[in-house]
């Protein structure tokens, strides 16, 4: 393995042992990049590698982070986590529509690459969309402004987020929700987010069953309510579980607990089926978290069967089509809350969007997955009372921390 440029040994060696035990392979070189190393300035800046971090969560799941280098050092970052795979092959195949090119071309990257971002299947949508956003941060550490500058200023300084207590919760209990809606509210959060359906039996399961699985989600739902308080802004994702009766029939028995949406209780494209449930339940419909490019996103405008469109710029295309499908919704009336299940990268990435779109509601926070995941970045992740304060450093306005990074490979 070549190394274009000098790095850190330690990292060096961290990232190898990555490689090691996940089988990532961890940097490409572009052949030819020697040629550009005695050139310098805006029109000879041009990529030369790719480098991954992985991650690892428990259960099995990871982060995964990635840089983009250049002939003149500078770089850029991005996370493509996205259910725990690596992605490497896919990652390889847009590296190739941008290996030796200017970083700049982002516009020209998404005419080669979205198409097959959207056919390809979620792993290319991921890879598609890392890649882009890793272009944003090149681009804004080379010219030293924040990202939210390149789409035109920032509307608002401070992000609000809610916190996605589903993950850390372990116990599914009404008692367990209710003990981490308590800590979140107790850190300061002033929304919450939980998916107490997820294990639901199918829909042709013993009407026992079901009613059994579908009372202890009520009860969860009642009890994270009781614990938050009155004030708390509470969402419920249903992961698709249910039907447009099964979803009718529950959100009538959750409206006494006023949720500030109910989150894909069906399928995101049956548009249809969204509308019927849309034209009698009381709560906000919010989703489109796996849909990807501005096109995927059109039906759900058009007909308006959500109030809340989730892209994520890990799925979605990345911020340039995360601005793009924002638009979109505005034009329907419609508000924004950028889905982000993800690590520090990507909600750093997430914040500079949630930035700039005048139809910005809320960004997703993955909550107390691990205690290390603030030090992941420079500066280290930061909320406060429920909000992401935007510094006005480069790019995303973070680095990689490389050493956090290696010792949770
Ligand atoms: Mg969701």
Redesign the pocket.
Known sequence: MTMSRETDGMSRRGLLAGVATTGLAGIWYHPEATAWEAERGHDSLRITGLELFPVRLPRNRKWLFLRLVTNQGISGIAEATLGGTDKVSELKTFFGLIDGASPFDIRRYREQGLGLAVTGGRKMAGAFSAIEQALWDLVGKTLNVPVYDLFGGKLRDQIDVYANINNATIDRSPAGFAENAAQAVGEGFLALKA?PFDGFPALDASSDEIERATTTGVDCIGAIRKTAGDDVKLKV?F?SYFDVERTINVAQRIAPFDLSWI??PIDAQDVVGTSQIQKVIPQRLA?G?FLVGLHQFGPLCRTECVEVL?PDVQICGGLLEGQRIATAAELHGQTVAP?N?HGPVATAASAQLSAVLPNFEILEYQWNEVPWRAELINPPEAIHEGRIHLNDRAGFGVELNEQVVAAHI
């Open positions: 998916a994702d992961h989150e894909e989703g978290e989730m889905h299940a």
